[in-house]
Antibody, heavy 116, light 111 residues
Framework: QLQESGPGLVKPSETLSLICTVS????????WSWIRQPPGKGLEWIGD???????RYNSSLKSRVTMSVDTSKNQLSLNLNSVTAADTAVYYC????????????WGQGTLVTVSS | DIVMTQSPLSLSVSPGEPASISCRSS???????????LDWYLQKPGQPPQLLIY???DRASGVPDRFSGSGSGTDFTLKISRVEAEDVGVYYC????????FGQGTKLEIK
């Protein structure tokens, strides 16, 4: 299971910080992704991270995104800085099965609203 | 970046009738290993997306056999042989050859 957590409200220009807690499987040896979905819109891949820390980011967000993993806690984290209202979305974490290229496990998602 | 284009963006189907969704990519998704890196997901209302099809035509575990995927290169199709009420939601194709990118989504409603 995957469970996202973090503030539901972030002020413009500040940093959005989320944690995904993974249970039932070791975070090691898999890729883990963040995906977001603005209200009423489609899905946007934010980036992914391998358990040792290797990352790939969406080129459109790369300058503002940082991902990390904590293998001792079986958690991954997402930081997105300098947020605007356009970053308001449901944020999902998901496991990326790299060998065949698909997301097989998803969290339920957490809504983050950017507003003053 | 590879751009994914789905059509139609919405469709309304009677129970028991077939449905078909098209997905086109701006570049070929055929890898040198012979696999097409194209997935299909269904997002039911209020839920995260769930994997239906991967590698263009392989059904994910637990997916009913009324769902099938086909196509190669840049043109792909998801077919539902007999639509059921539980199939309502938004269907997304996604290319997995490069960094993942989703299509716009196709909303399926029941007549």
């Amino acid at each position: 299971q995957l469970q996202e957590s973090g503030p539901g409200l972030v002020k413009p220009s500040e940093t959005l910080s989320l944690i995904c807690t993974v249970s039932g499987v070791s975070i090691s040896r898999y890729y883990w992704s963040w995906i977001r979905q603005p209200p009423g819109k489609g899905l946007e891949w934010i980036g992914d991270i391998y358990y040792y820390g290797g990352t790939r980011y969406n080129s459109s967000l790369k300058s503002r995104v940082t991902m990390s993993v904590d293998t001792s806690k079986n958690q991954l984290s997402l930081n997105l800085n300098s947020v605007t209202a356009a970053d308001t979305a449901v944020y999902y974490c998901a496991r990326w099965y790299d060998s065949t290229g698909y997301f097989d496990y998803w969290g339920q998602g957490t809504l983050v609203t950017v507003s003053s | 970046d590879i751009v994914m284009t789905q059509s139609p963006l919405s469709l309304s189907v009677s129970p028991g009738e077939p449905a078909s969704i098209s997905c086109r990519s701006s570049q070929s998704l055929l890898h040198s290993n012979g696999h097409n890196y194209l997935d299909w997901y269904l997002q039911k209302p209020g839920q995260p997306p769930q994997l239906l099809i991967y590698l263009g035509s392989d059904r994910a575990s637990g997916v009913p056999d009324r769902f099938s995927g086909s196509g190669s290169g840049t043109d792909f199709t998801l077919k539902i042989s007999r639509v059921e009420a539980e199939d309502v939601g938004v269907y997304y194709c996604m290319q997995a050859l490069q960094t993942p990118r989703f299509g716009q989504g196709t909303k399926l409603e029941i007549k």
